[in-house]
């Protein structure tokens, strides 16, 4: 009777275990590329921004 409890409580382990992976994976997932692609085209429409700017200034004087 003790090996069936406690190879139920392996099994509970080790779903549990999974849950908790599985949810961090499907956090990364769906939080991770927003900043990236935040963190990216704010670097990108800065950049984009000066230089044209810049141009514009340039062509007046």
Do not use: C, W
């Not at 003790?2 to 099994?11: D, G, H």
């Not at 779903?15 to 992976?21: G, P, S």
């Amino acid at each position: 009777m003790n090996s069936n409890s406690q190879s139920a409580n392996a099994e509970t382990y080790s779903q549990r275990l999974a849950d908790i992976v599985g949810t961090a994976i499907a956090l990364l997932t769906l939080i991770l590329p927003v900043f990236v692609i935040a963190h990216y085209s704010s670097t990108d429409v800065q950049n984009n921004q000066q230089p044209l700017i810049q141009n514009l200034q340039g062509s007046k004087d």
